[in-house]
């Protein structure tokens, strides 16, 4: 079940679910927007000669602003906003329309599991011709949160749990790739 701006509200108010910061008009009819922060991971892309699941990613890390996201490239952002999920909600993460519109694509798998806690690392696409500019504090997606039926029997508690600022890849730690 989606829920409503009054039951997020309701949720905020007991401390079942944090944001912080959080202002009251980020909350919408059935979400809540999320800002962007300053803090931006960039693909150190200039001496590999591919990418793979068990090597770490190098990045480049920026703290500014104001970036100007090139036509056709890809970086790591983070929201301003730290989240603090109980085990009997989770979230999707949607791009807000009128951004959509313009050509960024926002994603961060589209998914925040129960029992998270952090910062949501984003990951910007632009998919138009001309660059463009991004400003932190700017709101740049939505938190669609779901109440699960039941508790999860096992809460997140992965390789992002308390992340702060833009997070790069580590699905070098995965399971697949221990011998």
């Not at 989606?2 to 959080?22: H, N, Q």
């Not at 998270?116 to 991004?134: D, R, S, W």
Request: a negative charge; glycine letters at 6%.
């Amino acid at each position: 079940m989606i829920l409503s701006d009054i039951k997020i509200r309701k949720l905020l108010e007991k401390g079942e679910l944090k944001v912080d910061p959080l202002d009251e008009s980020q909350i919408q009819p059935a979400s809540i927007d999320l800002r962007l922060g300053k803090h931006f991971l960039k693909l150190k892309d200039n001496n590999i000669t591919h990418l793979d699941f068990e090597t770490p990613p190098e990045y480049i890390s920026l703290e500014m602003d104001q970036l100007i996201l090139h036509p056709h490239s890809f970086i790591l952002a983070t929201t301003v906003e730290y989240l603090v999920f109980p085990d009997n909600l989770t979230a999707f993460v949607e791009g807000r329309s009128s951004i959509g519109r313009m050509g960024l694509f926002i994603q961060n798998a589209g998914w925040v599991d129960p029992g998270f806690e952090g910062e949501i690392t984003l990951e910007l696409y632009n998919a138009n011709n001309v660059p463009i500019c991004l400003k932190s504090g700017r709101r740049i997606c939505q938190l669609v949160l779901a109440q699960m039926d039941q508790s999860a029997g096992n809460p997140y508690n992965g390789k992002y749990q308390k992340q702060r600022s833009a997070t790069g890849s580590r699905v070098y730690l995965d399971s697949e790739n221990k011998s």
